[in-house]
C-alpha cells in the first residue's frame, strides 16, 4: 500500500506524541513492504534528508502561527498527497478536517487520528474552542475512519455523533537505565528527583505539581522538563519558579538524556488532563518510573493499578508525594506492574499491527464515505 502520513511536524521526531508516533508507525510499516510518505513541516527542519528509516519525506511549507501551523501544512500535504497516487491518507489532528473536502471529492481514503479533547486546552480561545468541536463533527461526516487513541474517546464519539471508530493507541518502549552519569548536568542524580515532562499548558497542571512540591519537607529536587513553540504568561509563571530545588531547563530532545531522566527519577508526575492516550505516561510506565497521576478517566485507562492518582488541587497531590517520601520499598510493586502493562498493551508493534489492519479495511472499501451518515 502507498501511505501518506499527515498532519505532524514530520520524522525526525523532536517535539511530542504525534510526531513519535509517525516515526514509530512509518519505519516498521516501511518494514514491512509499504510505501509510506511522511509530511514535513520546512520550517522544523534546517536538514531536509530525503529519506528516514525508509520512510520517503516531502517538506513543504507552513504558516508559524498557532492558529493556522497545523492546518497550513496539512492543506498543502493533502494536495501534494491527492497528485501522488496514495492509497491511503492517515491524518493526524481532528483540527485538519477542514482539509479533507478535495480528497473526498476525489475519492481517496481517509482516516483521522482525533487525539483528546482538544477544545479543552486554555490555549485556544471562544473561536478556538469552537472549531474544535466542528472539527469534531466534521470528521464523522468527511473521514472514512475514526482513530481513537483511547477506549474513552472511542466512547465519546460513539455517544455524542453516532458513529463507530477504530481504538489504536500510542506505543512506548520497555527501557532501563545504561548512562546514568548523562543526568549529573542538570544537577540530579538517580533516586533523587521528582519528575515531569510535558508541554507548559494549563490543562497539563505544571504549576500544580510545583506548588504540590512546595509543601514537601524533602531534600530531593523536582525536575521539570518542557516548554511549547509559543510563549504564554502560564509558561513565564512556570520558568519564574525555577530555584535551587526546582529545575527548569527547556525542552530535551536527546534520546538518551530524556531516557535515563525517566529510569532514575524517584517518581513521576503525570498531570495531562484533557489528552487521549498520552505518550509521556506510557513511556514514564515503560521506564519503571513510580507514577502518579492525575485523577482522570484517560490516566485510569492507561495506568490502571501501576501506579496512584491524585485529584487536581496541590494538596492531594502533596500528599501523595509524601506517601512515596514515607513508602519507599512499596513502589517497585507498582513499576512492575506498570511494565507487564506495557508489554501487554503498548508497544509499537501491537500499534503498528492495528493501523496496518486499518489501512487493509480502508483498502477493501469496509468503510465506505457517507456523508449522511
Avoid at 519564574?240 to 536527546?254: M, Q, V
Avoid at 493499578?305 to 494538596?315: F, L, M, R, S, V
Avoid at 501523595?320 to 503498548?346: F, G, Q
Wanted: charge should be positive; proline fraction near 3%; hydrophobic fraction near 40%.
Amino acid at each position: 500500500m502507498k501511505i501518506a502520513l499527515i498532519g505532524t511536524r514530520g520524522v525526525p521526531a523532536n517535539y511530542g506524541g504525534y510526531e513519535t508516533c509517525v516515526e514509530e508507525l512509518g519505519k516498521r510499516l516501511a518494514e514491512r513492504g509499504h510505501d509510506v510518505t511522511v509530511y514535513c513541516r520546512a520550517s522544523y527542519y534546517t536538514e531536509r534528508p530525503a529519506t528516514y528509516f525508509g520512510m520517503k519525506l516531502v517538506y513543504l511549507p507552513n504558516i508559524k502561527k498557532k492558529s493556522l501551523d497545523t492546518l497550513s501544512h496539512t492543506f498543502l500535504s493533502i494536495i501534494h498527497a491527492v497528485t501522488h497516487k496514495i492509497d491511503i491518507l492517515m491524518v493526524f489532528n481532528v483540527a485538519n478536517t477542514l482539509t479533507f473536502f478535495l480528497p473526498r471529492l476525489l475519492g481517496k481514503k481517509i482516516a483521522v487520528n482525533t487525539d483528546g479533547f482538544e477544545w479543552k486546552r486554555g490555549k485556544w480561545g471562544r473561536m478556538g474552542k469552537l472549531y474544535y468541536k466542528f472539527s469534531e463533527w466534521l470528521s464523522t461526516k468527511l473521514a472514512n475512519r475514526i482513530v481513537a487513541d483511547a477506549l474513552a474517546m472511542q466512547d465519546y464519539y460513539l455517544q455524542k455523533f453516532g458513529v463507530e471508530s477504530s481504538y489504536i493507541a500510542y506505543g512506548a518502549y520497555n527501557s532501563k537505565s545504561t548512562k546514568p552519569e548523562l543526568i549529573n548536568k542538570l544537577g540530579v542524580i538517580p533516586g533523587e528527583y521528582f519528575l515531569q515532562i510535558t508541554l507548559f499548558r494549563p490543562e497539563n497542571n505544571v504549576l500544580l505539581t510545583i506548588e504540590a512540591f512546595k509543601k514537601l519537607n524533602t531534600d530531593k529536587k523536582l525536575l521539570i522538563i518542557g516548554g511549547g513553540p509559543y510563549q504564554s504568561d502560564y509558561s513565564r509563571e512556570i520558568e519564574a519558579a525555577a530555584c535551587e530545588n526546582i529545575i527548569i531547563p527547556g525542552t530535551i530532545y536527546d534520546k538518551d538524556m530524556i531516557n535515563e531522566l525517566w529510569c532514575n527519577c524517584f517518581a513521576y508526575i503525570h498531570g495531562n488532563g484533557v489528552g487521549g492516550t498520552n505518550p509521556a505516561l506510557l513511556q514514564s510506565m515503560a521506564s519503571g518510573s513510580f507514577t502518579i497521576a492525575v485523577n482522570v478517566v484517560f490516566s485510569h485507562e492507561v495506568l490502571d493499578n501501576g501506579g496512584i492518582y491524585y485529584d487536581k488541587n496541590a494538596e492531594s497531590l502533596s500528599i501523595k508525594m509524601n506517601w512515596a517520601l514515607e513508602n519507599p520499598s512499596l513502589l517497585s510493586e507498582y513499576t512492575e506492574k506498570a511494565r507487564h502493562r506495557i508489554k501487554d498493551r503498548y508497544t509499537w508493534d501491537i500499534i503498528t499491527d492495528g493501523y496496518e489492519q486499518l489501512f487493509k479495511e480502508l483498502q477493501a472499501n469496509k468503510y465506505p464515505w457517507r456523508l449522511f451518515n
